[in-house]
């Protein structure tokens, strides 16, 4: 399993920024692709998933709103989009694909977005 | 502040026993799978046990995991160097409806 994500963004404040996730072969569509994101020197803080199958989301209640999870299944690439940017959301973004629906499993090589003005 | 919640630091000598903390509540680990992840400096996270207490495919049974409660524990037995990075829990939570992580340990081996 080969998650390749797009590059670095540098962005200014109150723009939105969208990171791209492309998953190898077939397993992209029937397990949950996660994303999650890492502020510098900080932990862990999952941010949503959806399902390519079936289109089915959930987001975590702190990124209600400003976040939007999208994917497609031809191309077997999954979006973030998180709008309204302040420097509180510079981190590594992180998608995952679920391990056998039990859970974030596989990870891809995380992308690098910078909010500064 | 994270929901579940580990010690930040932990250590250990080479050939030790070294175990980390994992503490939730009754809409999170008692209820649901745990897995845990390592990661290195300036690397992606990598799963390491996932549903409580499965090993993936090339992690060492140096490596376990366990639950009891609302809480779990990710033991390395046979400490080695190459062991130091940081460790994260996870779960579902059903109250928040999403996956939460604990705020992560930084093991080091002396």
């Known amino acids: 399993v080969q998650l390749m994500q797009s590059g670095a963004e540098v962005k200014k404040p109150g723009a939105s920024v969208k990171v791209s996730c492309k998953a190898s072969?077939?397993?992209?569509?029937?397990?949950?692709i996660h994303w999650v994101r890492q502020a510098p020197g900080q932990g862990l803080d999952w941010v949503g998933m959806i399902k390519p199958s079936v289109g089915k989301k959930k987001y975590a209640q702190k990124f209600q709103g400003r976040v939007t999870l999208t994917s497609d299944t031809s191309t077997s690439t999954g979006y973030m989009e998180l709008t309204s940017l302040t420097s509180e959301d510079t981190a590594v973004y992180y998608c995952?694909?679920?391990?056998?629906?039990?859970?974030?499993?596989?990870w891809g090589q995380g992308t690098l977005v910078t909010v500064s003005s | 502040q994270s929901v579940l919640a580990q010690p930040p630091s932990a250590s250990g000598t080479p050939g030790q026993r070294v175990t980390i903390s994992c503490s939730g509540s009754?809409?999170?680990?008692?209820?649901?799978?745990v897995n845990w992840y390592q990661q290195f400096p300036g690397m992606a996270p990598k799963l390491l046990i996932y549903y409580n207490n499965q090993r993936p495919s090339g992690v060492p049974d140096r490596f376990s995991g366990s639950k009891s409660g609302t809480s779990a524990s990710l033991a390395i037995s046979g400490l080695q160097s190459e062991d130091e990075a940081d460790y994260y829990c996870?779960?579902?939570?059903?109250?928040?409806?999403?996956?939460?992580f604990g705020g992560g340990t930084k093991l080091t081996v002396l």
């Open positions: 072969g077939d397993t992209f569509t029937h397990q949950y």
């Open positions: 009754s809409s999170n680990i008692a209820i649901n799978i």
């Open positions: 995952i694909r679920d391990y056998d629906n039990k859970g974030p499993g596989y």
């Open positions: 996870a779960a579902w939570d059903d109250s928040l409806d999403g996956w939460v």
